[in-house]
């Protein structure tokens, strides 16, 4: 990804930042602003997550031999935790033995601390960058991570020194850049949408309101979003001059997800991947969110086919997700 698609955003907000440091204060003082509201905001992805991460660690135990009983785990980009809860819930959980949270938002290392508290794991906390590490670790996880990283090709050659020979690298929750334009992933969104469109629904008054009217009239009384906060501490930082929308900040922070501010990058390549992870061996590859939206938000005729997807292994679904082991 290059930093100059940011250009036209910067020029707009009237940022002096260079499009690198633009993007890393964007995406730091959003993640800050996000880490109190993460978990409740993004509470779909627990039951779809302790899944796919159940499956990944049952191809593990079936391919591979796990000899060492003390693993150190590196949570790359840890948020409040909750991908290494969920990791610890698995087969692999008791082979686990020292944690390494990292993340670039301090706030939300506040919150991973508080859950690291309750699993008995020896553990630190680091906000920095995978760049400044220099221990060795057992098992890396990155979950929801990818699509935030503007250059990828660098970032995986920074896991691939962070990782012992035979680590088992783990990643999943991004967009499926392989699959996002499939024919028959295209035609069971539309069927899926169309569906739900169809039911009837309640409506207020102030659904007839403009929602940027109403962000304006809740910024006038106070009531400000963690969206208007963020752009609060921007302006104030001299980041931009000019207010973003949630979608332009998006388009800042998930950097490889397509939305109407960026429609060149779409996504995280299954095939990028393999062609940049050349000192690892696939162990499996899984996909999910097969009409667009995680399981836990479908009803239960279309939670009944996403399941049937999952347990055939069908790859053309939203979000990829994968696990490797580094050749020895």
Known sequence: MSY???LPLIKKTGSQLSPEMFQERVNIVFHDHEASHYDNMHRDMWESLQEQI????DDLFQKESIQIKKLNLLDIGCGTGLSTQILLNSKLGSHIDY???LDTSSNMLKHAKEKAKNWNKEYTTVNSYVSDLTEKHNVVIICSVLHHIPDLTLFLNQVDN????GGILIHLQDPNGDYLNDANYLERIRAYKNEMDSMPKNKNITDMIPKKWKRYINRQLGRKTYID??????????????????????????IHV????????????FQFLQKQLINFKLINQR??????????DLNEKYRKSEEGFISDNLLSGRNISCIWIKNK
Do not use: C
């Open 162 to 165: 962070v990782l012992n020979p």
């Open 287 to 296: 996909s999910y969110g097969f009409y667009g939206a995680l399981k836990s």
């Open 54 to 57: 159940n499956l990944l660690i």
């Open 229 to 254: 906060k963020i752009n609060d501490q921007l302006i104030a930082e001299n980041v931009i001059k000019k207010r973003m929308s949630a979608d332009q900040i998006w388009s800042v922070t998930d």
């Open 258 to 269: 397509e939305n109407k501010h960026n429609s060149i990058t779409k996504g995280i390549s």
């Open 99 to 101: 944690i390494t949270l």
């Open 4 to 6: 100059n698609l940011l």
